[in-house]
Structures are given as C-alpha cells and as structure tokens.
C-alpha cells in the first residue's frame, strides 16, 4: 500500500505576548513569534496570500494598550496576532479580479502579521507593481505618502504667492521626510526639518533638499529656529508634540497654521489625544489665532486617488523621493517596531518576509 504525504508550507505568526503598560515603552519582549497552522480559504469571498512587507506605524502603539484611546484602530488582544497594513501575493483564489500571483495591499490596517493568512477580498486592493517596486506601496505611495501629501495640501493650504515657511518635526521619518518635500513641490519658499540625529540632518539637507535641519538632541532648537526662521514659522508639520512642538509653536506667526498628525512623544504616556498643551503654549495659540486641528487621513479617503497620482507623478519626475528602513523576517518585525519608536530608522520603517 503506498500512502500519499502532502506537506502543507509551514506557517508562522506574530503576536501579543504581553502589553508595556499604558505609561511604559514597549520592548520586544511585548512580541512574540510561533509556528500556526496554515489557513483555508472558507469561501469564494476569500483568498490566500504570502505576506511580502508589513509597515510598522507609530499609531500602532496605542492598540498594545488595553484600550487604544482611538476611535479608528481597535486594541490589540493578548495572545492575538498583530494587524496593521502590508502587502501580499495571491497564492490562491476564486475571485474573478484576483488572481494568483498577483500583488495586493491592504485596504486598511488588518493584514495580519502571518508568513500565510486567509483575507476577504473587500479587504485587499489589486496594485501594478515590479518586486522590487513593492516597498513604495507601504511607504511614499502608502498611507504614509498620503497622509503627508494630504496634511499639507489640505490643512496646510500651500500656496506659492504666500512664501510660506514650513517646519516639521519628525522630519526623517516616513510621514515627515515626504511632508517637506510636498511643501517644497506645493510652493513653500523654506522647509526646516527637526530630527534626533546628525546623520538625519545630513539626509535631510543632501538627499531631500530641506532648506534647513536640526537635531534636537544636540542642537539648541529655540537658537536654530531663531537663526532659520527670522521671521517667524508660518505651517508646523507636527508628528512629534511634547517640548519640540512648545519650542515652534512660540516661533509661530498670527494665524499660522499647525498640522497635527502625530504626537509620537507621548505615545508612551497616559494622555488623552491630541495630548493637552502647556499654559504657556495654549496662550500663545490664543493670541495669535494659531489653527491646530487633529488631521487624520482616515477621514478623506475620497481623496486618496488623487494624492496616489500626484504623489507617484512627483516621484516619477525626480521631484520627491523615497527612503525605507527595511528589516529582514517575520520575527523581527517587533523589534523593528520598538527600533522605529526610538527613532532609529530613517525613512519609513518596512519589515520584508
């Protein structure tokens, strides 16, 4: 009698192992990877696919506490496997728009971080692209690339008659380097970017043609703004909140406007969002009728196609640029988390199967 062997492909997952406290820093010991089954298509609404890249997100900080304190991304479960966005290949499928092989990103924040995983066609989008072209999708022409396009050119309102100044903090990171490089495109007569290193800096100023940058750990901020923006800050870009975002907001002008897209220092701290301002800047945005709004891209989508074009139309004449922190395996993808929280990567930070 010969018995027939079919060996499935090994599987394995990320999950949370344990949560860092509502007031702690998350470590890789929070994270933890184990071999899981393979999954089963459960229907023609479904499909199999190899994940490829996932992106690591600062937002995603929030969903390791018990409550994410935010309406539009859910707690991570102890022992559940982690979710947020990431791109694929079809390996099998039933759909008549999808099929095997091809590349497809997630339409949201839940493809989970899973070697193989089992997802709804509705959740997935179908995108043209090389292999080696992937990267951008979860980068400049993700929800990264959006989000800075759409933050500048909706809340920031650039226009090249008002030779507007534009500071942003975070500016190496994946929002922040393309945010100054949209302004710059948009019309902005000067971009100053605030970062934590010197190396940074030099990306900034020799790679991405930021007029200006300074390193916040080094660097007296309140004497560099002073020196770069003489007369006074018009657009803050800000990712980062906490004492930087209190040092430009009182280099602002009257009727400023700050673009509030992330409060990463306080990601750590138990503070509601957006984080309450000190006496002092909460004063200075009164008297100067500073607008700071929450921006968050989840509530334009109707936008995003046309950011995607203009953002890939700029990237394809040499007008903007992209850089990625790419980490290898599945394993790791929780210490690349816990590397881009403190601030060690350059560029979006990407973790590549």
Known sequence: MV??????????????????????????????????????????????????????????????????????????????TIAGPGIGMV??????????????????????????????????????????????????????????????????????????????????????????????????????????????????MDELHFDGAICYKTQNVDEELSRLCPEGVDLYFDNVGGTVSDLVISHMNHKSCIILCGQISKYNEDVPYPPPLSTETSKILRQREINRERFLVLNHKEKWKEALHFLQKEYNTGNIKSKETIAHGLENAGSAFVSMMNGCNIGKQLVKL
Not at 69 to 80: E, I, M, N, P, T
């Open 3 to 80: 018995v027939l062997y079919i060996q499935m492909a090994l599987n394995k997952r990320v999950y949370l192992k344990s949560r860092p406290g509502a007031n702690g820093s998350p470590s890789i010991s929070n994270f933890s990877c184990e071999m899981c089954e393979y999954p089963v298509m459960e229907n023609e609404e479904s499909i199999i696919v190899k994940t490829l890249y996932l992106s690591v997100d600062p937002y995603m900080r929030c969903c390791m506490n018990s409550d994410s304190g935010v309406d539009y991304v859910k707690a991570w479960q102890l022992g559940s």
């Open 91 to 204: 390996l099998e499928s039933k759909s008549e728009t999808l099929h095997k092989g091809d590349f497809v990103i997630s339409s949201g924040l839940e493809w989970p971080w899973k070697l193989y995983a089992a997802v709804k066609n509705c959740e997935v989008e179908k995108i043209k692209s090389t292999q080696d072209n992937l990267p951008l999708f979860l980068s400049i022409f993700g929800i990264s690339g959006i989000t800075a396009a759409l933050g500048v050119s909706l809340k920031g309102g650039v226009e090249a008659s008002l030779k507007q100044l534009m500071v942003v903090s975070a500016a190496a990171g994946g929002c922040g380097s393309v945010a100054g490089q949209v302004a710059k495109v948009l019309g902005c007569s000067k971009v100053v970017g605030i970062c934590g290193s010197e190396e940074k800096c030099m990306f900034l």
